[in-house]
């Protein structure tokens, strides 16, 4: 009896892991009226040497800044250290400059998101020391899994490497170490004529989770595509850390605040209240804006994403009551993704200005992403997870 409940413990664990690492949103602008987004407007540069007041940490963790830049450390199976920015962009390029944590069960992931789930994703998966995949959802679908691609890259884990994602309009580019290794265009079969195409303003997300806590998870049904996708159980007493050096990102947008003008969830609906000088709105709150506690979140049942938002997981409780067009000045239109920014040389129209490769990407088919879980979760899920686990983890 004793090891059927430490057994059914650890699938509790598992579960709750799981749903840690799956994205929410708390107000999904697809289905209704939601507060405006605050848009960065400019660049931002952040040196993660030192603690950053631009981005906010997730409850639950407690980042160490050191000469290696800012440590997600996984020393347990409900291990998940993550932190986002404090800003939108509405198309733009980030970069990050990290090395993954190793680990067979650990997956290190760095992501834009949006509040009706728009999502674009770089992830590496600890037990594979010569790959980092893409991804992209687009409203939170999670039909198929058939959108990821896994890319060779030298020392992921033991060497600082620079990826960047280039997002406009008309396509997403991702590099890694300088490389173009993948080109996702807005028209892909993949994106169902342009409906499934990341397009709504997002936000940086990144850190560390936990795929697979231990055997039992991959012996549950539930959770053993999950766990083949990591790799397998994470190992007894891991200690295993993603480092993150850097990261640079830059919004094509005009910033001040973002806004849903009608529920398509389409980039022509995005209107911006800011000027377009290129210059950071530090008017603009300094943390994303979020519904009231009592707001409902909606959550998606995929792997991909590291960030759990909940109304209650940012300390900015700013209530919206406007409508979703609710800015009063003219506002601008970003559906063009062509403001000019004087911070920087860049054409606004998302031109990469990172190097390419001679000839075209190659994106290989990443098999494990059919693996990926295709069940929900609800509340009441939820709600036996934590209680299993007997704690009040809340994360971001």
């Given at each position: 009896m004793r090891s059927s409940i430490l057994s059914a413990t650890t699938v509790v664990l598992a579960g709750l892991?799981?749903?840690?690492?799956?994205?929410f949103t708390d107000c999904d602008p697809t289905k209704k009226t939601c507060p405006p987004n605050p848009?960065?407007?400019?660049?931002?540069?952040?040196?993660?040497?030192?603690?950053?007041?631009?981005?906010?940490?997730?409850?639950?963790t407690s980042l160490t800044y050191g000469p290696n830049g800012a440590e997600f450390n996984i020393k347990s199976k409900t291990g998940a250290p993550t932190i986002g920015v404090n800003k939108y962009i509405q198309f733009g390029k980030v970069s990050v400059t990290m090395k993954a944590a190793p680990?067979?069960?650990?997956?290190?992931?760095?992501?834009?998101?949006?509040?009706?789930?728009?999502?674009?994703?770089?992830?590496?998966?600890?037990?594979?020391v010569n790959n980092v995949q893409s991804n992209f959802f687009g409203k939170g679908n999670t039909t198929t899994y058939d959108r990821s691609?896994?890319?060779?890259?030298?020392?992921?884990?033991?060497?600082?490497?620079?990826?960047?994602?280039?997002?406009?309009?008309?396509?997403?580019?991702?590099?890694?170490?300088?490389?173009?290794?993948?080109?996702l265009l807005y028209n892909d079969p993949k994106t169902h004529g342009g409906f499934n195409y990341p397009q709504t303003p997002m936000r940086v997300k990144m850190g560390a989770w936990v795929g697979c806590?231990?055997?039992?998870?991959?012996?549950?049904?539930?959770?053993?595509?999950?766990?083949?996708?990591?790799?397998?159980?994470?190992?007894?007493?891991?200690?295993?850390?993603?480092?993150?050096?850097?990261?640079?990102?830059?919004?094509?947008?005009?910033?001040?605040?973002?806004?849903?003008s009608d529920l398509s969830g389409s980039y022509q609906s995005i209107k911006s209240s800011g000027t377009c000088d290129g210059?950071?709105?530090?008017?603009t709150p300094t943390k994303p804006t979020t519904s009231s506690a009592s707001a409902t979140a909606t959550a998606t049942s995929r792997p991909g994403g590291v960030l759990v938002e909940t109304?209650?997981?940012?300390?900015?409780?700013?209530?919206?009551?406007?409508?979703?067009?609710?800015?009063?000045?003219?506002?601008?239109?970003?559906?063009?993704?062509?403001?000019?920014?004087?911070?920087?040389?860049?054409?606004?129209?998302g031109t990469s200005p990172s190097?390419?490769?001679?000839?075209?990407?190659?994106?290989?088919?990443?098999?494990?992403?059919?693996?990926?879980?295709?069940?929900?979760?609800?509340?009441?899920?939820?709600?036996?997870?934590?209680?299993?686990l007997g704690l009040g983890y809340l994360v971001m």
């Open positions: 892991n799981l749903v840690n690492a799956q994205t848009g960065l407007g400019g660049k931002l540069t952040t040196d993660f040497t030192q603690k950053s007041s631009d981005w906010t940490e997730s409850v639950g680990g067979t069960g650990v997956i290190s992931s760095f992501i834009l998101e949006s509040q009706d789930l728009d999502e674009i994703d770089f992830e590496w998966v600890g037990g594979d691609g896994t890319h060779p890259v030298s020392n992921p884990m033991t060497e600082f490497v620079t990826y960047a994602i280039d997002w406009n309009k008309d396509s997403i580019k991702f590099y890694a170490a300088g490389n173009m290794v993948r080109e806590p231990d055997a039992a998870a991959a012996a549950s049904e539930k959770l053993k595509y999950t766990c083949e996708w990591a790799g397998g159980p994470l190992p007894e007493n891991p200690d295993f850390t993603m480092y993150v050096k850097s990261v640079s990102i830059e919004d094509y947008g005009c910033g001040g605040d973002y806004t849903y210059k950071v709105d530090e008017s109304s209650v997981s940012v300390s900015t409780k700013t209530t919206a009551t406007g409508t979703a067009a609710a800015a009063t000045q003219s506002p601008n239109d970003t559906s063009s993704g062509s403001s000019t920014l004087a911070t920087t040389a860049t054409a606004p129209t190097p390419t490769t001679s000839g075209a990407p190659t994106v290989t088919a990443n098999a494990a992403s059919s693996m990926k879980p295709k069940h929900k979760y609800g509340f009441l899920d939820m709600g036996v997870m934590a209680f299993g």
